[in-house]
């Protein structure tokens, strides 16, 4: 009812009485009113008077219903821990592939490494749930699509030159705008499911916790629909997931990224290591010609572009 009332404010774009909506909705007035009184609790800008009623501005909200496509694959938060916790139970419960778990504000935003992944008011923060048809080895590759389809879909909309930092990091002129972790479940011949969490800087002001962060709306002097960014990405990544294009993905992800080729050092749990960084294996992992010229594969790690 609350998209189909949007859906009417949108469309007329003036007032619309009470007693029109009621017909067109097929509710009585007083069904009509209550469900007013819930879109403005929920934040929604509508003018009520004599003759009716009226959307007066827009907010860009991020609930299910915004995304009418989509809205049963999508939990929305107002606030919660991290979204990748609440995704580990929905995916455990068997909840669909692609499932969508968005949060406005987390509490406890998790980075990889064990970082902290500060959730700011104006960024994006959800968690997609996958299902691929994949052995675990090939998993990287639903990592590795995310990320293509986020750059592809920033280009897309605001012709911002995003590039993708092995693994999954999206920077834009050496600054990060999105980071991605992923979470995988198992078993020896086939995934489960994979979580892919993806921060994105928006609307925010990201340096005031990493210096060299910059958002969206920092690159572009204007704010924008964290609605129609997510809306997009959903679109692109799910045609990637569910197509040939999976195959070749890393072939995209090499035309997308800023890692290749270049000195880097290489920051694991284990160890801090530098070289050039040559190719992607069979795995996702990085190949890195070290100085004595032997090579490493490195499956997990951070990685610092040199020489920016
Ligand atoms: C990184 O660059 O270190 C990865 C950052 C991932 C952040 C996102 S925000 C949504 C999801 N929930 C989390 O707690 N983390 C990921």
């Not at 749990?269 to 890195?288: F, N």
Request: with cysteine; glycine share 6%; proline share 3%.
């Amino acid at each position: 009812m609350k998209e189909r009332i949007l859906k009417i404010l949108r469309t007329e774009q003036t007032v619309v009485s009470g007693e029109s909506l009621s017909a067109m909705l097929g509710v009585s007035r007083v069904s009509v009113w209550k469900h007013i009184a819930k879109l403005r609790e929920h934040g929604y800008h509508i003018v009520a008077n004599a003759k009716g009623y009226r959307l007066s501005e827009e907010i860009d909200a991020l609930f299910p219903w915004e995304f009418p496509k989509r809205a049963f694959q999508i939990h929305f938060f107002p606030e919660t821990g991290s979204t990748m916790d609440i995704a580990r139970d929905l995916a455990r419960k068997g909840c669909p592939d692609f499932t969508v778990v968005i949060a406005e504000r987390q509490t406890k935003g998790r980075g990889r490494l064990k970082r902290v992944w500060h959730s700011a008011d104006g960024g994006l923060y959800f968690t997609v749930v996958t299902r691929p048809l994949l052995p675990p080895v090939h998993s990287f590759r639903v990592c590795f699509a995310a990320s293509v389809a986020l750059a592809e879909t920033l280009r897309t909309l605001y012709k911002i030159d995003a590039g993708v930092k092995w693994p999954n990091d999206i920077l834009v002129d050496g600054r990060k705008l999105s980071g991605m972790l992923s979470e995988m479940e198992a078993e020896a011949d086939r995934v489960a499911y994979i979580a892919i969490g993806i921060g994105i800087n928006v609307n925010n002001d990201p340096c005031v916790y990493e210096a060299d962060a910059v958002s969206i709306s920092q690159l572009l002097g204007r704010k924008v629909s964290r609605k129609r960014l997510l809306t997009c990405f959903l679109d692109l990544f799910e045609t990637k997931l569910h197509s040939q294009a999976l195959d070749n993905i890393v072939t995209e992800w090499k035309r997308r990224t800023i890692t290749l080729d270049r000195a880097v050092k290489i920051v694991t749990v284990k160890e801090t290591l530098e070289g050039v960084a040559r190719d992607i294996d069979l795995t996702g992992a990085l190949v890195l010609e070290l100085d004595d010229g032997t090579t490493r594969n490195v499956v997990y790690g951070d990685c610092f572009l040199k020489n920016q």
